[in-house]
T-cell receptor
Framework: EDQVTQSPEALRLQEGESSSLNCSYT??????LFWYRQDPGKGPEFLFT???AGEEKEKERLKATLTKKESFLHITAPKPEDSATYLC???????????????FGKGTKLSVKP | DAGVIQSPRHEVTEMGQEVTLRCKPI?????LFWYRQTMMRGLELLIY????????DSGMPEDRFSAKMPNASFSTLKIQPSEPRDSAVYFC???????????????FGPGTRLTVT
């Protein structure tokens, strides 16, 4: 069964304290891995798509990396405005009538204190 | 662009009542997705449309749920009759489909928070 597991469930950092969030997955034929940010009371906001192992993407203080089994979202020198829940999702290979829809992890809730 | 628009933002109803959630995708996007988010199960895909045609409804929990997309700018998700376990946040998302079978980034609406008492 396709699965996406994110860790830790919650992470508290001091402003400027760099860290990483983990997304491990077991899917039949990964087609793409997505990172989203979700603020309270809002819909998820797209951050990155990674398609193959070894690929990296960066945006401001965020950097996403991908291996064959997991993805990391590295946060460098975070600021309080980076506080949010970060969601990881994978698109698996197609099977039967499925179009290989997105399977989401439950997210990591990040809190950055000033 | 106004982004994906959902209405209502909040809905409180009694068990057994019919609930209709509405979504207007971003203009020019021809794929539309309905998701449900709960603390226990996270974000789950219910159904998705491509060019107004339902492609995969395997996530629809049971026959009480139905979704339609009568045109490219409007979709509804209906629950009849509603039950307390349907309480969740329901999101609509849209994406441009540039061809092929890879999914592209999805743009989510603000969600509808449904409470069934």
């Amino acid at each position: 069964e396709d699965q996406v597991t994110q860790s830790p469930e919650a992470l508290r950092l001091q402003e400027g304290e760099s860290s990483s969030l983990n997304c491990s997955y077991t899917v039949s034929g990964l087609r793409g891995l997505f990172w989203y940010r979700q603020d309270p009371g809002k819909g998820p906001e797209f951050l990155f798509t990674l398609y193959s192992a070894g690929e990296e993407k960066e945006k401001e203080r965020l950097k996403a990396t991908l291996t064959k089994k997991e993805s990391f979202l590295h946060i460098t020198a975070p600021k309080p405005e980076d506080s949010a829940t970060y969601l990881c999702a994978v698109q698996a290979g197609f099977r039967g009538g499925s179009q290989g829809n997105l399977i989401f992890g439950k997210g990591t809730k990040l809190s950055v204190k000033p | 662009d106004a982004g994906v628009i959902q209405s209502p933002r909040h809905e409180v109803t009694e068990m057994g009542q019919e609930v209709t959630l509405r979504c207007k995708p971003i203009s020019g996007h021809n794929s539309l997705f309905w998701y449900r988010q709960t603390m226990m199960r996270g974000l789950e895909l219910l159904i998705y449309f491509n060019n107004n045609v339902p492609i995969d409804d395997s996530g629809m929990p049971e026959d009480r749920f139905s979704a339609k997309m009568p045109n490219a700018s409007f979709s509804t998700l209906k629950i009849q009759p509603s039950e307390p376990r349907d309480s969740a946040v329901y999101f609509c998302a849209s994406t441009p489909r540039a061809g092929g079978l890879l999914l592209h980034e999805q743009y989510f609406g603000p969600g509808t928070r449904l409470t069934v008492t």
